[in-house]
């Protein structure tokens, strides 16, 4: 398995206050995504990463923000949570872009009460 | 915005069985990957079939690819318990700015 740890795997935590989710490769991967995952939805793209300090927003980025200060750390930050973000977040890794087969953490699971 | 779509969106078979799962997208696209996903577990790549071939294979998998149908289709030949998994389709294309867009997936269940 591609080397990909998410921290925390799990976390609640109430409307209104900062989360932060990690995503940590050992692969030296060039790409790193975050995603969402709903019950009834495909994932859905929130923001992802083509290098140190190179980040792009995906289809579902408003209330989320991200950093990429080192290659191998991509993370994501919810400025001020709310109950619509709850959700399971997947990162995701790939050595060239979109169009190449993704590897994807074990996800952390968000409730925001 | 959904891309692709799964169908059926589950699946009940016996073990021994084939199950076939079908995705269906609305756009020209560059390439089309399906991956499985355990319960619990981040998203698995299975296969990434591109916009010029029609089918390919591995193991007990069998993926074909219709353009002008904008389909495709995953087949599990001699289905396991094992195999028992949410599987997804993601397509790429220059209308999505080559970022994945993922279909809701096909529940499948194989039973011993």
């Known amino acids: 398995d591609a080397g990909i740890t998410q921290s925390p795997r799990h976390k609640v935590t109430e409307t209104g206050t900062p989360v932060t989710l990690r995503c940590h490769q050992t692969?030296?991967?060039?790409?790193m995504y975050w995603y969402r995952q709903d019950p009834g939805h495909g994932l859905r793209l929130i923001h992802y990463?083509?290098?140190?300090?190179?980040?792009d927003k995906g289809e579902v980025s408003d209330g989320y923000s991200v950093s990429r200060s080192k290659t191998e750390d991509f993370l994501l930050t919810l400025e001020s949570a709310t109950s619509s973000q709850t959700s399971v977040y997947f990162c995701?890794?790939?050595?060239?872009?979109?169009?190449?087969?993704?590897?994807f953490g074990d996800g952390t699971r968000l409730s925001i009460l | 915005s959904q891309q692709g779509e799964e169908d059926p969106q589950a699946l009940s078979i016996q073990e021994g069985e084939n199950a076939t799962m079908n995705c269906s997208y609305k756009?020209?696209?560059?390439?089309l990957q399906w991956y499985r996903q355990n319960s619990g577990r981040g998203l698995v790549h299975l296969i990434l079939?591109?916009?010029n071939e029609r089918e390919k294979h591995s193991g007990r998998l069998r993926v074909t690819l219709d353009t002008s149908k904008k389909s495709s289709s995953l087949l599990i030949t001699a289905s396991r318990a094992a195999d028992t998994a949410s599987y997804f389709c993601?397509?790429?294309?220059?209308?999505?700015?080559?970022?994945?867009?993922w279909g809701a997936g096909t529940k499948l269940i194989i039973k011993p």
């Open positions: 993601a397509t790429d294309s220059m209308d999505s700015n080559y970022q994945l867009i």
């Open positions: 756009t020209s696209i560059n390439n």
């Open positions: 079939i591109r916009s």
């Open positions: 692969e030296n991967h060039r790409y």
């Open positions: 990463s083509y290098g140190v300090k190179d980040t």
């Open positions: 995701a890794i790939s050595g060239q872009g979109f169009s190449q087969p993704q590897h």
